[in-house]
C-alpha cells in the first residue's frame, strides 16, 4: 500500500490556510499538510522557491497539490516547479470535501494505485459539489 | 434581469473569511457577500439566528448561500433556516472557481432566470476541478 504522501494546499491569499483549518478542526490535525498563502507582495521567485523548499522538507514518495483555479498564480507556480516530477499531482478547485476524503483514504492505508486515488480526489470533489435543497428534497420526499 | 442577489459563505471555522479574502483578492471588495465562521462553540440556536440576521440585513430578492459540505453543521443550518424560503439557494462543495463565476456573471447584468443561474455555478464548480498537469499536457502537447 502507498502511505507515504505529502498534501501542499496552495492559493491565493488566506484561502490555504482557512482549508487547513477547518480540515484540522473536522478530522484533527494531520502531519505531512502544508499550507502556502501566495500573496501577491512577493515576486514569482520566492514562491517557486518556498513551494520547492515545502516540497523538499515533506520529504514524501508521492505528493499533492491542492490549488484554488486552473491559471492562477498559486496554480501556475505548481506547474513551473513540478511539470517534471512524475510523483507530484496538481489538483485544482480544491474544497473542503475533498481533502477531508484524501486524508481518510491515506488513514485507512488503502491506496494501492496513486493514479487511481487522485482521480477519486478529484471525482469525489465534483460530487461534494451540489442543489443541497434538490438533494434534501429526493432524499426525504420522493 | 435579476440582479437583487445576496451572497453568504457559511463553512467550518476560517475557511468562509479565507474564501472571501480570496475572492475579494482576485475580483476586488463587493457588496452583499458575507462570511460566517462556524465555530463549535456556538450553540446550534444562536448560529441560527446570526444566520437569519444575516439573510435579513442583506435584504435581496434571492440569498445564495455557499456552504463547505453536505451534512456539516453549516450545510444543517443552511437548511433548517432556509428550507422553506424559495428564494433562497444553498449550494454544497464550494471553492473558489464558483464563486469568481458567480460574481461575475451577476456584474455581467446576464442573469435571466435563477434555477438556471444556480445550476451554471454548480457545474462551473465541478468543472474547475481538474487533474492540472493532464489539462496542461492535453493543451500544449496533443
Redesign the interface.
Known amino acids: 500500500m502507498i502511505n507515504n504522501i505529502g498534501f501542499i494546499i496552495i492559493?491565493?491569499?488566506?484561502?490555504?490556510?482557512?482549508?487547513k483549518?477547518?480540515l484540522f478542526?473536522?478530522i484533527g490535525k494531520k502531519e505531512k499538510v502544508v499550507s502556502i498563502p501566495i500573496n501577491?507582495e512577493f515576486n514569482l521567485e520566492y514562491l517557486c522557491n518556498l513551494l520547492k523548499q515545502e516540497i523538499e522538507n515533506l520529504n514524501c514518495e508521492y505528493i499533492i497539490i491542492f490549488?484554488?483555479?486552473?491559471g492562477?498564480t498559486p496554480?501556475n507556480i505548481?506547474?513551473r516547479i513540478?511539470?517534471d516530477f512524475s510523483n507530484v499531482?496538481?489538483?485544482?478547485?480544491?474544497?473542503?470535501?475533498?481533502l477531508?476524503y484524501a486524508l481518510n483514504l491515506k488513514e485507512q492505508n488503502e491506496i494501492k494505485d496513486i493514479n487511481e486515488y487522485?482521480?477519486k480526489i478529484?471525482s469525489e470533489?465534483?460530487k461534494?459539489?451540489?442543489?443541497?435543497?434538490e438533494?434534501?428534497n429526493k432524499k426525504f420526499f420522493k
Do not use: P, Q, W
Open positions: 492559493t491565493h491569499s488566506l484561502l490555504a490556510e482557512g482549508l483549518n477547518a478542526s473536522i501577491s490549488t484554488d483555479m486552473l492562477g496554480c505548481s506547474l513540478c511539470r499531482y496538481i489538483i485544482s478547485g480544491v474544497n473542503l470535501y475533498m477531508i487522485v482521480e478529484i470533489g465534483k461534494s459539489i451540489s442543489n443541497v435543497k438533494v434534501f
